[in-house]
């Protein structure tokens, strides 16, 4: 079925240290792969996304990397910071013709300075 | 500037009630979609809308119905709210990217 994990739930990191997610996604017809991230009590806000015929994005501090092959894709956050605090939800698209999302189940990242 | 409101941001009521939870959204987007977040399961699609008075199921669909009369404005309604359904609803709207609304915190008592 349609499945997306995301690894790991929790992650603390102190200011300065890099952040790694990883997401596995079920269906190798998926080609489009946003991550989302969510502060305490906000709504979620896409940070960056990447489709299926690009290995690797980078917009400043935040990269993501797809390896079709595989079935999985990762969020990188380098020089993290205290503002980075928050919830990461990556996800995946189903379906043809009209492309829904499924979510992976979220990571918590806290950046301690 | 980009806006998804949605009609409430807390609302409390009582098992066996009807409880009506509306979307707005001003981008004149085709997609509109409902989610529950609870802690541990991330988002989880209840039903979505890529047209007027069209509607699919998403994955989680018991005890929910929608409408979509108007573009801008997507509905979604429990029909006999249980304590099960309490949770945080979270609206979107897309044309590619999905844009969230500020959500609507539900506690069914």
């Known amino acids: 079925g349609e499945n997306v994990e995301q690894h790991p739930s929790t992650l603390s990191v102190q200011e300065g240290d890099s952040a790694v997610i990883k997401c596995t996604y079920s269906d190798s017809a998926s080609n489009y792969f946003p991550w989302y991230k969510q502060e305490l009590g906000k709504r979620p806000q896409l940070i960056i996304d990447?489709?299926?015929?690009?290995g690797e994005k980078k917009d400043q501090r935040i990269a993501v990397t797809l390896n079709k092959t595989a079935k999985h894709f990762s969020l990188h956050i380098t020089e993290t910071q205290p503002e980075d605090s928050a919830v990461y939800f990556c996800a995946a698209s189903f379906g043809t013709g009209f492309q829904k999302l499924v979510f992976g189940t979220g990571t918590r990242l806290l950046v301690s300075p | 500037d980009v806006k998804v409101t949605q009609s409430s941001r807390y609302l409390v009521k009582r098992t066996g009630e009807k409880v009506f939870l509306e979307c707005v959204q001003d981008m004149d987007h085709e997609n509109m979609f409902w989610y529950r977040q609870d802690p541990g399961l991330g988002l989880r699609l209840i039903y979505f809308?890529?047209?007027?008075?069209?509607?699919e199921k998403g994955d989680i669909p018991e005890g929910y119905s929608v409408s979509r009369e108007k573009k801008e404005r997507f509905s979604l309604i429990l029909e006999s709210a249980s304590t099960n359904q309490t949770s945080m609803y979270l609206c979107a709207s897309s044309m590619m990217e999905q844009f969230f609304g500020p959500g609507t915190r539900l506690t069914v008592l």
């Open positions: 809308s890529y047209d007027v008075k069209m509607k």
């Open positions: 990447i489709r299926s015929n690009v």
